[in-house]
């Protein structure tokens, strides 16, 4: 079964790029299920089975950070699809980390960004781009020529290897080669890793130690004179 | 090098055929598209946009030299020999002008001095189509809609230099728009106008018509239209300076329409 890992920031069109690949693929005869990750709303799982009549689930992280729910159950979704039939398993996260990446070393990443998040977008989300296979980009019809072409350079300075592609959402032009894409990963079986290193994790903070401060916390601390520099993988 | 594009007839809405197969457009053409609203005129210049082959609800194919659009236009936006300025697109980067047109030159390729010299080139096309004139050192967002767009034209013809350039709807830019098509006629491409200007259409070669999607007809300005055209431009122009004289507070006496026949 082929895997693709989808993540992207919140409203970029990751389930309008998904629902035109999903569509793509059914229509060469291949089963495709979804699965999609949330933190506390989606209803884009009703949607696709209503559109397409496929198998989908979804699974909120709640008070868990999103990224981490899905090493959590990544396992049992990819399970539960091919229980399913299903060739390809699009999974489609929350999107919201920009220090972590859900993408595994099997399968396809695929993150999408749109044009009209500003130039300088690509140099601030770190590995939920650096670490992807493929970028997909939307929206490049609502921003100047020029704004285009710097979005595209700046996610090359920061992930030289990403297969950039642009696509219209609205009328699914540009999708085709993200297909053949999909359909040219070899198939991902477990066990699987992460590719990212996650974000240290341990921390006051998380454990519920709310108060704003470091003088009020202890492992991990940071001062404001005292600056990590974080560059990403 | 591109030379000429070829759009292949599709159909309109309802699947009905375009009666227009075939219209090639050669390099240093300005071409307009007209038609009623909704008739399809901006379809078409996206079908162009998107390097239609087919896969458009238009089913048109657009041709580059004859063949459908090699992969890395669309892969690489600045190999992309288009720039589409549609009545949405905008700038949403808050820089200083300068700083914005030397990052977009500087991506584009090319030594320190041309960066600068090409900047400075395109502010100062930017303002000669623009009311009030636009300083390098403004902030882009507080750029009027017409410097926007001005600065977008520059830009596309300019720094993009891009041989096709497609302009959706100039004249309700708020720039002088005969000026533009003066400018731009200098830069040899393809200009590709929607407009319900007579002075644009009759300043264009040719003109496309569109009805219900569908395309309709391709007219070639002919010798009568031209030596009509100016009339329309003696009009048009009586018409531009009782609106300046608007803008400037003053009471219209309307003497300008006078001597318009």
Redesign the interface.
């Known amino acids: 079964m082929k895997l693709v890992i989808c993540a992207g920031p919140a409203t970029t069109g990751k389930t309008s790029v998904l629902r035109h690949a999903a569509r793509k693929l059914l229509e060469q005869g291949k089963q495709v299920a979804f699965f999609k990750l949330d933190v506390q709303f989606a209803e884009e799982d009703e949607e696709l089975a209503r559109e397409l009549g496929i198998p989908t689930r979804k699974v909120y992280s709640g008070e868990l950070c999103p990224d981490h729910c899905g090493v959590m159950v990544l396992g049992d979704a990819m399970e539960w699809a091919e229980r399913e039939g299903a060739k390809v398993l699009l999974v489609e996260t929350a999107g919201l980390c920009l220090r972590c990446s859900p993408y595994v070393d099997h399968g396809l990443g695929v993150v999408v960004l749109e044009a009209?998040s500003?130039?300088n977008l690509p140099l601030k989300i770190g590995p939920m781009l650096s670490l992807a296979d493929v970028a997909v980009v939307t929206k490049?019809?609502?921003?100047?020529?020029?704004?285009?072409?710097?979005f595209?350079?700046r996610i090359m300075d920061v992930a030289p290897d990403v297969t950039?592609?642009?696509v219209?959402a609205l009328?699914g032009?540009?999708i085709?080669?993200l297909v053949d894409r999909i359909l040219a990963t070899p198939d991902a079986e477990l066990p699987m890793q992460l590719r990212g290193n996650p974000p240290v994790g341990t921390c006051t903070i998380c454990v519920g130690k709310k108060d704003i401060g470091w003088q009020a916390h202890f492992g991990v601390v940071r001062t404001l004179e005292n600056q990590v520099f974080y560059r990403g993988e | 090098m591109i030379r000429d594009i070829t759009v292949m007839g599709g159909h309109g809405r309802l699947g009905r055929p375009d009666l227009v197969r075939k219209i090639q457009f050669n390099m240093g053409d300005v071409i307009s598209i007209v038609g009623p609203t909704g008739s399809g005129k901006t379809t078409l210049i996206n079908d162009i946009e998107l390097f239609a082959n087919g896969n458009t609800p238009s089913g048109r194919q657009v041709l580059f030299n004859g063949v459908p659009a090699p992969i890395e236009y669309r892969d690489d936006p600045s190999r992309n020999p288009i720039a589409l300025i549609t009545q949405h697109t905008t700038f949403l980067s808050d820089m200083p002008v300068d700083a914005f047109l030397t990052t977009h030159a500087k991506v584009r390729g090319g030594n320190p001095e041309d960066i600068t010299r090409l900047a400075q080139e395109a502010i100062d096309f930017a303002n000669e189509l623009t009311g009030e004139p636009l300083a390098a050192e403004s902030r882009m967002t507080e750029l009027s809609g017409g410097q926007t767009r001005a600065l977008l034209i520059a830009d596309a013809a300019i720094i993009c230099s891009t041989p096709i350039v497609l302009l959706d709807e100039v004249e309700n830019a708020g720039i002088h728009r005969t000026r533009a098509i003066e400018l731009l006629r200098r830069y040899r491409k393809i200009f590709v106008f929607v407009t319900h200007d007579p002075r644009i259409a009759l300043l264009s070669d040719a003109r496309i018509v569109m009805k219900g999607g569908r395309i309709m007809d391709f007219i070639v300005t002919d010798e009568h239209e031209r030596a009509f055209s100016i009339k329309v431009a003696r009009l048009d122009d009586a018409l531009a300076s009782l609106r300046d004289q608007l803008r400037n507070g003053l009471r219209l006496c309307g003497t300008e329409l006078e001597g318009v026949r």
């Open positions: 009209t500003g130039m490049v019809d609502r921003v100047s020529q020029a704004e285009r072409e710097v595209r350079a950039i592609r642009e219209n009328h032009i540009g085709d080669p």
